[in-house]
């Protein structure tokens, strides 16, 4: 998933997009009400859980709720989800999350477990064309 994000930053910079990079860590969601956009990118764990430096971030954000992100326009992309029936997927858990709080999916959610390189490259380019269309400049 870091590869991913550092990734996706460098196309979006080239495409004039200003991204900002956090790991989850790092990044408070009660910010999430004062962004016009957040494009997350996850890995998961054993039976979906979320990875241990996503934890807090996952407990806030899906656990508690209670965010206005009516401003808020996201996706997600879900790297390395389990498929199984009936497992908790962190990937599905944020984007629920994130829309019962008010956000607006711009692009779905891209769930993959492996070779996700030509899915999330597809995501890519469709999220950045979604962004683009979505918010004024």
């Known amino acids: 998933a870091l590869q991913c994000a550092a990734c996706l930053r460098r196309i979006m910079l080239g495409r004039d997009f200003q991204p900002r990079v956090f790991s989850a860590l790092d990044y408070p969601p009660e910010q999430l009400a004062y962004e016009r ?3 997350l990118v996850t890995g998961a764990r054993e ?3 979320p990875p241990e430096t996503a ?3 996952y407990e806030r954000l899906v ?3 209670g965010l206005n992100l009516r401003r808020l326009r996201y996706s997600v ?3 390395g989800v389990s498929a199984a029936a009936g497992e908790r997927h962190c990937g599905r858990d944020f984007d629920v999350a994130l829309a ?3 956000g607006v999916r711009v692009y779905p959610r891209l769930e993959c477990e492996h070779d996700y390189e030509v899915p999330f490259a597809v995501w890519t380019s469709g999220v950045l064309a979604a962004l683009r269309e ?3 400049a």
Do not use: C, N
Request: glycine share 14%; hydrophobic share 50%.
């Open 134 to 136: 979505q918010l004024p």
């Open 63 to 65: 656990t508690l709720g």
């Open 77 to 79: 992309a879900a790297l």
């Open 55 to 57: 934890e807090p971030f």
């Open 47 to 49: 039976h979906g859980r």
């Open 100 to 102: 019962a709080q008010g």
């Open 37 to 39: 956009a957040l494009l």
